[in-house]
């Protein structure tokens, strides 16, 4: 199998088999390949030989995103199986739809359906943990659909506003 | 010596701090009584407490701010007193009535001593009464620009305007010219109309370069009234403090000693009752002067434990039962030097946005003077609905950079995954030669600063390994069974190696 893992510090190419001896053969970027033997010790914490070294690796994996820990930093990245993802492609563009990270309280919505947006222009404001997040057009153009209202609770992903390229 | 003052304490609180004081409670003997919304109802505190009740749903004035239904809770559960941690009730003199016209015991100020110190203009005014240096500026709300034109002029530039009524840096504005003054004085009221229903705005001259210093008083129902030394906040984000150390590293002992006597006399002045901190600016000038008194538990009390050995909230618990303090002042010292660490669900290098989440991965760091108080465990979702503040890390060292140094350690140690944190921020500011060197003021943490300091994450080869080989086994495990199963022979082989496997997952 080969994954496309992208993560801060740029996108690999990780081929993972079986091996016979336990463990997997790994190749990075296409290189040689290396015998990596371990397992999962813990919910989100795996442990990992090469050559004889073992290191603790910080990772949990939820669907296409992993979630995972390096010196400290909360490290965020995907894990696509470009043969699936080949399958998914083809679907709408994203860039009208103005989603929210991380879920909150819509506090105030700014525009309704059948109003021109121009780019940086704020369409409602989402408060999180005390903190209120304004969310802009990423794209001039309309407003197709408001999917939510002022009140309402929203969850992490959650398409806020969708816009009609102009 | 009574040591089990109560028989029953009810804790109006969640997180960290309701655990906290659940700790203290039991420590007792007392029996500890919880409190939660619908967004807690798997909480620790929940789950440490002998009993825990529903008070409602999970926005806080629909729970954690419902006096009524927690004074409903206290008498169903048959509590003899009421804890109210920090934050939510703690500072509402009204809800400390109440549960003292129940007949209970409320662990806390009298309403009259919360009140006095809650409006903070009035507060002003008694404080400069009892010889508390205060800092230079109106003790009356004013509201007419042409007024704040002159008092600006009178004590000089910059001044600060801030809510009457405020906290939490809301209100707030710094003004360094006399031309901005009419604007900033319009948005600060209108802010402070928002954040508080009260517009009341009051001048003050802005102290340069100050560092923000807090002493810890505990006083008894008897008259006596001691200080536990001070704690050095300057480190703050937003206005908020996110590092807390013990002993102060700028504070000569001159101006400790007279800082504390102005925090006891503060005590004094409002006959004030349990543990309570007077807040401080010392000015590089060395002159100090008096912010505000929270009269409740600080959520930086731990490092002001683990240098006198005083345990605050078992010390709320027997001063509230009516005990005499069983130590005088001299009988104080401290030892050492402590560190707290604010653990937050936020993201620095975007500007310290909170980002909850899921704790997919969560490990406290332990070993020698490490203490981790915190309310959350494995696998919970960092809740949306409060503070986003995960743990207090709060380290003990024979001096300060030893201090720094295990402090360090257990950050590294600190296993997070599936939300963003502090730690690479404080990691990133114990590098920092200033930080090292205790030369620091509130100003210290810029957007500047966390440009120049805070690094990216790299070298992550190993986590996209790891990350790949997940998704491999993932994937494998849907498979057999499937289409592979029908290679017979290498199929019943995989799967017999993933059931080894799933054995250590």
Known sequence: MKYEVELPDGARQIGVRRADEGGWWVSVDGGAERLVQGTKVGTAEWLLTQEGVTRKHAVYLDGEHVYAQHQGHAVRGTVIDPRGAALAAGSASTAGEVSTPMPGVVVRVLVAEGDSVTEGQVLLVVEAMKMENEYTAAIDGTVATVHVAAGETVEANTVLVSITPS | ?505
């Not at chain 2, 008070?55 to 419902?66: C, D, K, Q, T």
């Not at chain 2, 500072?91 to 009259?112: C, H, K, R, S, T």
């Open chain 2, 1 to 505: 010596m009574n040591l089990r003052p109560f028989k029953r304490v009810l804790v109006a609180n969640r997180g960290e701090i309701a655990v906290r004081v659940i700790r203290g409670c039991h420590e007792r003997g007392i029996e500890a009584v919880a409190v939660y919304s619908d967004a807690d109802a798997n909480a620790l505190h929940v789950r440490v407490a002998d009993a825990a009740y529903r008070i409602g749903p999970a926005a806080s004035a629909e729970s954690y701010l419902r006096a009524d239904v927690i004074l409903d809770v206290a008498r169903r559960a048959g509590c003899d007193a009421i804890h109210p941690g920090y934050g939510f009730l703690s500072e509402n003199a009204g809800f400390a009535q109440q549960v003292l016209d129940a007949g209970l015991v409320w662990i806390g100020p009298p309403p009259a001593s919360i009140d006095a110190m809650g409006e903070k203009t009035a507060a002003r005014r008694r404080m400069s009464a009892a010889g508390v240096p205060v800092v230079p500026g109106t003790t009356e709300p004013v509201s007419d620009p042409a007024e704040v034109v002159r008092i600006a002029s009178e004590i000089g530039l910059p001044v600060m305007l801030k809510a009457a009524a405020g906290g939490g840096g809301k209100g707030m504005r710094r003004v360094d010219r006399a031309e901005d003054l009419a604007n900033a004085l319009a948005s600060a009221q209108s802010e402070a109309r928002k954040s508080f229903g009260d517009d009341s705005v009051y001048v003050e001259k802005f102290v340069v370069g100050p560092r923000h210093i807090e002493i810890q008083v505990l006083a008894d129902g008897h008259g006596n009234v001691v200080h536990l030394f001070e704690r050095d906040c300057s480190i703050q984000r937003r206005h908020q403090k996110v590092v807390e150390e013990a002993p102060s590293p700028a504070l000569p002992e001159k101006t400790r000693q007279e800082m504390a006597a102005a925090a006891c006399r503060a005590a004094e002045a409002v006959g004030y009752v349990g543990a309570g901190t007077c807040e401080f600016l010392l000015g590089a000038d060395g002159a100090f002067h008096f912010l505000e008194m929270n009269t409740r538990l600080q959520v930086e009390h731990p490092i002001t434990e683990m240098i006198t050995g005083v345990d605050l909230v078992q010390a709320q618990l027997r001063v509230a039962a009516g005990e005499r303090l069983w130590f005088e002042q001299s009988e104080l010292a401290r030892t050492g030097h402590a560190i707290e660490l604010r653990i937050y669900a936020e993201d620095a290098s975007s500007g310290f946005r909170p980002a909850p989440g899921p704790l997919h991965g969560y490990r406290e760091p332990t070993g020698p003077w490490v203490r981790v108080d915190s309310g959350v465990v494995e696998g919970m979702e960092v809740p949306i609905h409060y503070d986003p503040m995960i743990a207090k890390l709060v380290v003990w060292g024979v001096d300060r950079q030893q201090a720094i140094d295990r402090a360090g350690r257990a950050l590294r140690h600190y296993h997070v995954v599936g939300t963003h944190t502090s730690i690479p921020f404080f990691l990133a500011l114990f590098e920092d030669p200033d930080f090292r060197a205790g030369e620091y003021d509130t100003g210290f943490i810029s957007p500047e600063w966390l440009e120049a300091h805070l690094s990216a994450p790299g070298g992550l080869e190993g986590e996209a390994i790891a990350a790949a080989i997940a998704a491999f086994e993932r994937d494998s495990r849907a498979a057999v069974g499937t289409d592979e199963a029908a290679e017979a022979g290498s199929a019943w082989k995989r799967a017999h190696r993933w059931s080894t496997y799933r054995r250590w997952a």
